[in-house]
């Protein structure tokens, strides 16, 4: 790591909610509201943000675990913003509390687990494993 990474670090990612990132584009008809896959993309997003600057050269994070409550809808038109805390690191684990708000009220809540990783290392492995198909 380049610098160093401590607990309390912040990250922050927005989307505006558009008929592409809906419920209804993952079939649930009529559901004209943020689908739930695509606030734990953001959530993730918030994530990366929090420890980007932290990580040194060659390094990156995965995501390996996620447990969120979506507890509000959010109807096209308004913005999502997602929130990631760093809250505990285990080594090269980092866990996060994750939330997120529309612009009325919160609307997303809950964990997500990282690891850093050596970027070239782990693309290598994916590489193999796409030969064996």
Known sequence: MSQTLMCGV????TTIVTLENTAEKFGNHGAMVFATP???GLMEQ???AAVRGYLAEG???VGT???????????VGMNVRAVAKLREIDGKRLI???EAWDDAEK??????????ISSMKFLNKVEEKSKKR
Do not use: S
Request: aromatic fraction near 8%.
């Open 107 to 116: 609307v997303g809540q809950g964990q997500h687990e990282r690891f850093i």
């Open 38 to 40: 695509f606030l734990v």
């Open 65 to 75: 675990r996620l447990e969120i409550d979506h507890i509000a809808a959010t109807p």
């Open 10 to 13: 912040v990250g922050e990612a």
């Open 59 to 61: 390094e990156g994070t």
């Open 96 to 98: 996060f509390d994750v």
């Open 46 to 48: 918030a994530a990366i």
